[in-house]
């Protein structure tokens, strides 16, 4: 029996915007502080590491383990000052798969602690959506998010 039980988190969402349009909300910090955290610093290479200040003290931290340009960003995940999900503890990875005239972006989130998945599940869901607006031309306004704490 596994005194650690993880579980995963996989999300869907179509996005009409193309593969190397979307990738760029992914590494670029000024593009993506517009979806994501109100401070973001990237080093969007492998074995680089980014920290994204979602409001001031949720900070989420982790290095690139993979990235294949307009198609793949595998990272680690965790928070700043989390006993259960520290930095580098879990994986989430960023698949764009080229369809119609646009893009499905698969999210899976590995290595979650089963009492962190509806966070992160609800968390994801607000920031997939968030992204799917904003590639798509539309403006997603200040993320309601970044002006009060989490955790």
């Known amino acids: 029996m596994n005194s650690n039980p993880s579980e995963k988190i996989v999300k869907e969402i179509y996005i009409e915007a193309q593969p190397e349009t979307l990738f760029a909300f992914f590494v670029d910090p000024e593009k993506m502080v517009r979806w994501m955290g109100r401070q973001i610093l990237l080093e969007p290479k492998i074995g680089g590491k980014y920290r994204i200040d979602v409001n001031g003290s949720d900070i989420a931290m982790g290095e690139y383990l993979e990235m294949v340009p307009n198609e793949k960003i595998v990272m680690t995940w965790g928070w700043e000052k989390s006993k259960l ?46 992204l799917q607006t904003l590639a798509e031309g539309r403006d997603p306004g200040v993320d309601p998010w970044s002006v009060k704490a989490m955790h």
């Open 85 to 130: 999900v520290p930095p580098g503890s879990s994986t989430v990875e960023f698949s764009l798969t080229p369809k119609d005239n646009g893009t499905l972006l698969t999210l899976t989130h590995y290595d979650l602690p089963v009492e962190e998945i509806a966070s992160h599940q609800q968390g994801w869901t607000h920031y997939t959506i968030r």
